[in-house]
């Protein structure tokens, strides 16, 4: 089955920027959308990127929409996303999330989960 592991994450400056990385193995992206969400204590775990299978289409949550890209490797069977001008409330844990194609904004619907990677903002 699809799994997912994430890497990248770390303790930034306000302003700074980060790519975090999803490689992925057991299965080709080919078949996967894959989203990040973020969990954040005390709040709900909140979609901020997808990629479909084809990575032609991307969605964003409107409040990162700029400052977000979400990209795809295929030779790598990698998903990134990368993270310009960080901002305090972009801290959390992210995660990487494969569902079967077409992407999703309800965290439930997709089946795998990596292990998370860790985003501090410094002010």
């Known amino acids: 089955q699809l799994q997912l592991v994430e890497s990248g994450g770390g303790v930034v400056q306000a302003g700074g920027s980060l790519r975090l990385s999803c490689a992925a193995s057991?299965?080709?992206?080919?078949?996967?959308?894959i989203g990040w969400f973020r969990q954040v204590p005390g709040q709900e775990t909140e979609g901020v990127a997808c990629i479909t299978h084809t990575g032609v289409s991307a969605i964003y949550v409107e409040s990162v929409n700029g400052r977000f890209t979400i990209s795809k490797d295929n030779a790598k069977n990698t998903v990134y996303l990368q993270i310009d001008n960080l901002k305090p409330e972009d801290a959390g844990v992210y995660y990487c999330?494969?569902?079967?194609?077409?992407?999703?904004?309800?965290?439930?619907?997709?089946?795998?989960w990596g292990q998370g990677t860790h985003v501090t903002v410094s002010s």
């Open positions: 057991g299965k080709t992206l080919d078949e996967y959308a």
């Open positions: 999330t494969g569902r079967a194609f077409l992407c999703s904004d309800t965290w439930g619907h997709y089946r795998f």
